[in-house]
Each structure stands twice: as C-alpha cells, then as structure tokens.
C-alpha cells in the first residue's frame, strides 16, 4: 500500500494562551506548562469540516500522480462533522465529479485517521478498491466549550487529505510498511474519557487524568505492535509523530523509548491538539525534512479509547 500524495490545510488564525485568562480563568505560563501549547488554529466563521477538507484536497491534487476520478474509495474519517448525513466523503465526492467510487464516514476519535488507513487497507485486500482518497478534516473550536478549565483551551482545527494506491504508481510514492489498531473501550475510563455530545455542551474531557495516563501506556504499545509485525524496531525509526495531545505525554513516550525528544515531530505549540489530522497534520509539514528511505512512525490514542500506529518508509 502507497502514499501516492498528501495535502493539509490549517486556518490562517491562531488564539494565544492569553486569551483564556478571562475566559476560563487560566494563566497563559501555565497552559503552557501543561500543555505544550502556545497558540492554537482557529477556523473562520465561513469554514467548517467541508471546506477544511476540499482545501486538503487541493493541496495533495498538485502533486497527485493520476487524476482524482480514478479514486475508487472515499474515506471521511475523523469525529467532528458538518452533516452526519451529507459526509465530507460525499460532498467530495460530487465536487470532483468521482463517478463509481465507495464513500463513507468513520470514526474512533483522535485514531481515526489510522483505522481509515487500515480500513482502506482492508478494501485493497477484498480487491473491492485499488486507489483511495482518505480525508481527516477537524473543526474542533465548532464544538469546544471555551469556558471549561478542563479542555476548552487545548482544541485547534486543522484537516489533511491522502490518496492512497494499492500498487506503486510512481517513484515518488511512500510506502505503508504496517497498519496497527486497536479498541480500548475496555480500560479506564473508556467511553467517558472524552466526549462531543453537540446538543449538550460539545466536546468535553471529564476524565483528564484517566487520558493522559492510558494515552502515554497506549502509545507506546501501539508503536511496539506495528514494529514487531514489521520485524522492526524502534532504532529502525528516524522520527516519531505521536497524537498531538499533550507535550507531557509526547515527552513520556520519548523517555520510555529511550529516544531524545528531538526525534519526535511536532506542532503542537503553535496549533494546539487537531484531533484525528494532528499526526497525519505533522507528517505533511515537515516531510520534506525527512530524507527518503527513512522511516517513521505515526502514533495515536483516541477518546473511546482506542489506540493505533503507522509505519511509513519515506
């Protein structure tokens, strides 16, 4: 399985950390602190999931090896919708006129843009599909609750867009080395980790505690089931991109790998937690910094829970 072409697109708008002081009552040195975070992307009143992803889209089309109509299978996997009826899937769908092609909607909160991957994977296999587009678009800021201490000051928005070939189809293609995924609704606080309950406060995280500690146990584990069914280990790896959730989680995971935290890719400082795009996010703005050949590691834990990781060679 391939990467024929990635795009991305963030909003041009970014909320300080001392915005919050008035808002939720929080110190800007101690999100900071805390979070990692300095800044975070905020969506324009006329933006939302739709118009996020058909900028993705754009972005990956101006190196996209083929022509979209080939797509076969369209994949809108993230948590925050602008329809739940008229998914992003389809509404791409009809923009670009892809005639024959499957078009759905999938989530498992911030993982879902790997169980879109291994969903896709899974077509290729039942040779339902051969070339896919997955769309990861975020409209966090729609749903956040700004006011709440709690996780109203983490939330950025942001979208990514991967066209994806079962075969090679250029030199220019990365390859998808493993897919791992995982659901975690078993542990924990599972279901009531994280919640988007839209007519009923929006996004929340009434067990803060109870994510941070499953997210830096469940990451690492991810990351060590798709290097063992790859026969590889994490000296095998040049970066990591893990879920840009927390920077205190990124820096655990860092410290249990034995890896130095310059290895790890991140953006979170300026765009705060994008949610499913967060990783994916990451991989599309630094990937020019990456030599080909090399490999990386895409690690990620959703609200649910769940967990997931990617191995890709660059």
Not at 146 to 159: Q, R, T, V
Not at 213 to 231: F, I, P, R
Not at 269 to 283: D, P, Q, R
Request: hydrophobic content about 40%; glycine content about 8%; charged content about 20%.
């Amino acid at each position: 399985m391939y990467i024929n072409s990635m795009g991305s697109y963030v909003p041009t708008q970014r909320i300080d950390n001392d915005y919050f002081k008035n808002v939720n009552g929080l110190d800007a040195d101690w999100i900071f602190q805390r979070t990692g975070i300095c800044t975070r992307s905020k969506a324009a009143p006329e933006e939302n999931v739709n118009t996020m992803a058909f900028a993705a889209v754009e972005d990956a089309l101006s190196s996209l090896p083929y022509d979209i109509r080939d797509v076969d299978l369209i994949v809108h996997a993230a948590y925050c919708v602008y329809d739940s009826v008229a998914t992003a899937a389809h509404e791409v769908q009809r923009r670009y006129d892809i005639k024959g092609a499957k078009a759905f909607y999938l989530s498992a909160a911030c993982s879902s843009f790997v169980n879109g991957l291994e969903a896709i994977e899974g077509y290729f296999a039942m040779g339902k599909a051969s070339k896919a587009l997955l769309i990861c678009p975020e409209h966090n800021t729609y749903y956040a609750d700004e006011s709440d201490p709690k996780s109203g000051h983490l939330w950025g928005d942001g979208a990514v867009a991967f066209f994806i070939s079962k075969e090679k189809v250029a030199d220019s293609d990365r390859k998808i080395l493993g897919i791992f995924t995982e659901g975690l609704g078993q542990i924990g606080a599972g279901p009531e980790g994280v919640k988007l309950m839209p007519a009923e406060g929006g996004i929340s995280m009434p067990n803060g505690r109870d994510v941070f500690m499953n997210a830096c146990k469940y990451m690492e584990y991810a990351l060590d089931k798709v290097l063992t069914d790859a026969s590889l280990s994490v000296d095998d790896l040049s970066h990591v991109i893990c879920h840009q959730a927390n920077m205190r989680i990124i820096s655990y995971v860092a410290k249990e790998l034995g890896k130095e935290e310059g290895v790890f890719l991140n953006n979170i400082e300026e765009l705060g937690n994008t949610g499913s795009a967060s990783a994916a996010l990451v991989l599309c703005q630094r990937i020019k910094e990456i030599a080909r050949g090399k490999k990386v590691a895409l690690v990620v834990f959703g609200g649910g829970y769940s967990c997931g990781s990617v191995l890709v060679e660059i």
